[in-house]
């Protein structure tokens, strides 16, 4: 719910050196889950429940897990993701408290509170679709320009695309699968999502290619949405433990490595 993989090899993206010459491009590295799923099932579960979210987002995703340590030297996870279609916008944050075990091992200590905002939006003519493709040779070269390593999704969209959504939350990962012994293809999707000025901006972007080292000069099919806010609120509730104390943290819910001074 809310990312759109096929089923590949998945890779999320870290970030990597800024740099002005060529189209952009990410470093990936594996990841067990991307987009909207990394948010814990039980709290896309009740989400739902709840109708802060629907089915079939047009942008959403979750900027990672990430455990942290307080003062105290106490330790929760916390998480933020958004979800929106045509005519809801909203924000999530979820925290949980951690007890931590050992080194970078951590485990679930009490349940995952959740809380936001929605906004819903007034009814616009529809989404946008656009498609956009970088020209190699517009850089001032023959033939296609080396990407540059960015660690900013939308560096990845052409300026007056990416524009409307900066300053908001984006994200993006990568699916490669395989047809044959051979063949594969490698597909990237970006989200984003800006609230501001009483409109909100939406964002979905995917491009494709035969392999993950020519997705740079790919293809992006683009959708925009910008909608007027009519009303918001805000929701709050906890949802049920689904692991025990005593069980550590692992796969989609992987306890990152404290930040830096923290």
């Known amino acids: ?34 987009g909207f799923e990394v948010l814990p099932a039980v709290v896309r579960t009740r989400l739902k429940a709840e109708g802060v979210i629907r089915s079939k987002p047009l942008t959403a995703s979750c900027l990672g897990l990430n455990v942290k340590r307080r003062a105290d030297a106490s330790h929760y996870q916390t998480g933020t993701a958004w979800w929106a279609d045509q005519s809801i916008a909203t924000f999530i944050e979820c925290q949980r408290e951690m007890e931590h075990r050992d080194g970078k091992a951590y485990s679930a200590r ?7 905002v929605m906004y819903h939006l007034d009814e616009v003519g529809g989404p946008e679709v656009s498609t956009w493709m970088f020209d190699g ?6 033939g296609s320009v080396p990407p540059a390593h960015t660690d900013d999704p939308l560096d990845l969209l052409p300026p007056e695309v990416a524009a409307p959504v900066r300053g908001g939350l984006s ?10 012994p051979t063949d594969s293809h490698a597909t990237e999707y ?51 433990k689904r692991t025990r104390a005593t069980e550590p943290i692992g796969g989609a819910e992987a306890a990152r490595p404290l930040p830096s001074g923290e």
């Open 137 to 142: 040779r517009s850089a001032g070269r023959e």
């Open 1 to 34: 719910m809310g990312s759109t993989t096929s089923g590949g090899n998945l890779e999320a993206a870290r970030g990597g050196a800024v740099s002005g010459l060529g189209p952009a491009s990410m470093d990936y590295s594996p990841a067990s889950a991307v």
């Open 190 to 240: 970006l989200r984003a999502i800006r609230v501001v000025g009483g409109e909100a901006f939406l964002l979905a972007g995917t491009r494709t290619a035969p392999a993950k080292g020519s997705l740079f000069n790919a293809e992006w099919a683009l959708t925009t949405l910008i909608a007027p806010i009519a009303t918001s609120e805000t929701f709050s509730f906890t949802c049920e």
């Open 110 to 116: 009490g349940d995952w509170i959740v809380s936001g």
């Open 171 to 180: 994200d993006v990962w990568m699916d490669i699968v395989w047809t044959g």
